[in-house]
């Protein structure tokens, strides 16, 4: 089987298909240059301790997906079958990610989505307000370390977004040193120091 690979004009007669998927996550925004804009996902980045402001443009994009979705069914009559199954089950699936409340649901509360809701959602914000961590940044340090664990998954993606019933169970994991792992790296280097060096003390004696 051959392929060009990326554009080359070489040809790999050895890779078979490739099953990545390329779609964009990501949008970037019509008007790279307006102000309001930028000074809002400058502070949404310093508030929920974001790496950059394409993190924001992949929530947007996800929501904007889903207000598109949301406005095609609304269109529909309300008895018609592809409103109730595919509505119900949008519904369903915010309520369970906890964007949407018990009492809000039907489809005009999905167009009152907001990217904050989104960014709340994530496993870094939720990490930092159970606690676990100093600091919104110190949560993301953590989560990229393997020290959290959702339920028995050990996750180390802060974009991950937390189920409602998932978020009880927002715990350190097992092998990290804030758990019940052993002590890091530099910690275990002080101890055999401190170790030697009374020792040393107890020999002088």
Same mark, same amino acid.
């Given at each position: 089987? @051959?392929?060009?690979? /990326?554009?080359?004009?070489?040809?790999?007669?050895?890779?078979?298909?490739?099953?990545?998927?390329? *779609?964009?996550?990501?949008?970037?925004?019509?008007?790279?240059?307006?102000?309001?804009?930028?000074?809002?996902?400058?502070?949404?980045?310093?508030?929920?301790?974001?790496?950059?402001?394409?993190?924001?443009?992949?929530?947007?994009?996800?929501?904007?997906? &889903?207000?598109?979705? +949301?406005?095609?069914?609304?269109?529909?009559?309300?008895?018609?079958?592809?409103?109730?199954?595919?509505?119900? +089950?949008?519904?369903?699936?915010?309520?369970?990610?906890?964007?949407? %409340?018990? %009492?809000? @649901?039907?489809?005009?509360?999905?167009?009152?989505?907001?990217?904050?809701?989104?960014?709340?959602?994530?496993?870094?914000?939720?990490?930092? @307000?159970?606690?676990?961590? @100093?600091?919104? /940044? /110190? +949560?993301?340090?953590? &989560?990229?370390?393997? /020290? &959290?664990?959702?339920?028995?998954?050990?996750? *180390?993606?802060? %974009?991950?977004?937390?189920?409602?019933?998932?978020?009880?169970? &927002?715990?350190?994991?097992?092998?990290?040193?804030?758990?019940?792992?052993?002590?890091?790296?530099?910690?275990?280097?002080?101890?055999? *120091?401190?170790?030697?060096?009374?020792?040393?003390?107890?020999?002088?004696?």
């Amino acid at each position: 089987y @051959q392929r060009r690979v /990326h554009g080359d004009s070489r040809i790999n007669s050895k890779m078979g298909k490739d099953y990545r998927v390329t *779609n964009s996550t990501s949008k970037r925004p019509r008007r790279p240059y307006e102000r309001e804009r930028l000074d809002k996902e400058l502070k949404l980045c310093g508030e929920y301790g974001l790496r950059n402001k394409r993190e924001v443009w992949r929530v947007n994009y996800t929501l904007s997906k &889903i207000r598109s979705i +949301a406005r095609v069914l609304l269109t529909l009559p309300e008895k018609e079958p592809k409103r109730l199954f595919e509505g119900g +089950a949008l519904l369903r699936r915010l309520t369970r990610l906890g964007l949407l %409340s018990e %009492s809000e @649901q039907k489809l005009d509360y999905v167009l009152g989505l907001t990217t904050e809701k989104f960014l709340d959602r994530r496993l870094q914000t939720r990490v930092f @307000q159970s606690r676990l961590a @100093q600091s919104i /940044h /110190h +949560a993301r340090c953590m &989560i990229f370390q393997r /020290h &959290i664990r959702v339920g028995k998954r050990m996750v *180390n993606v802060p %974009s991950f977004l937390v189920r409602t019933e998932s978020e009880k169970v &927002i715990e350190y994991s097992a092998t990290s040193p804030y758990g019940s792992g052993r002590a890091g790296r530099v910690k275990r280097k002080s101890l055999k *120091n401190k170790k030697s060096s009374d020792a040393a003390a107890e020999e002088d004696m």
